[in-house]
């Protein structure tokens, strides 16, 4: 069984661009969730999506945003990138979201100059 | 929101040694995991247990739900053992998000 996949691994970006991620859950799994992992603030919540709905959202400003599509893909955008984005963006699935086992993904590093 | 804390925040341990790695929280929790992030960043599951004892191999874990708290034992460390221990943790509501501790860096010698 294929894990989770995360495109592109790494990206260069310049301020004000913006930045679209994907991620292909382990098949079967209808929980998508994102993470940024920066060496100040550790590992934060960005959200969750199930079935194509945002299911929870963590405490980032509106230039994060994300998406799932109906085979449970999932994307998440950051428009006007600041040096402060560069970041580990780490994706998991779950088979049933809330309380249910995560399994992550190898991340997207992402360098804002 | 329920807070995590991992202790100790390093540990450096001769090979063979044995380690334990703590992980209270404040709330109840129906999610708890452990997790190993290795040298390119990628999460590797090691324990989903949001209650009761597990064992995998030299590793096992332990959660106390009443009491709030989870151990991860390491037990004849080897030197891939080396990296970062987090422990992530989600409440029952489903508006729960999930909250990572600040892990534990581990540092295994030869």
């Known amino acids: 069984k294929a894990g989770v996949t995360q495109t592109p691994r790494y990206l260069i970006k310049t301020r004000g661009q913006q930045v679209t991620l994907s991620c292909s859950p382990i098949?079967?799994?209808?929980?998508v969730s994102w993470y940024q992992q920066t060496p100040g603030q550790g590992l934060q919540f960005l959200f969750e999506?199930?079935?194509?709905?945002?299911?929870n959202k963590g405490n980032f400003p509106g230039r994060f945003s994300g998406r799932q599509f109906s085979n449970s893909r999932s994307e998440m955008n950051v428009s006007t990138l600041e040096l402060g984005d560069s970041a580990l963006y780490l994706c998991a699935s779950s088979p049933q979201g809330s309380g249910g086992e995560l399994f992550f993904g190898e991340g997207s590093r992402l360098t804002v100059l | 929101g329920i807070q995590v804390e991992q202790s100790p925040p390093d540990l450096i341990l001769q090979e063979g040694a044995n380690s334990t790695l703590r992980c209270n929280f404040s709330?109840?929790?129906?999610?708890l995991q452990w997790f190993h992030q290795n040298p390119w960043g990628q999460l590797i599951n090691l324990f989903y247990i949001p209650s009761g004892t597990k064992q995998n191999g030299r590793l096992s874990a332990t959660t106390v739900a009443t009491e709030r708290y989870s151990l991860l034992y390491i037990s004849s460390s080897q030197t891939t053992d080396s990296g970062v221990y987090f422990c992530a943790v989600g409440g029952y509501s489903s508006a729960s998000k999930i909250i990572f501790g600040s892990g534990t860096r581990l540092s295994i010698r030869p």
């Open positions: 999506y199930f079935s194509e709905t945002q299911r």
């Open positions: 709330d109840s929790v129906n999610n």
């Open positions: 098949s079967g799994h209808r929980s």
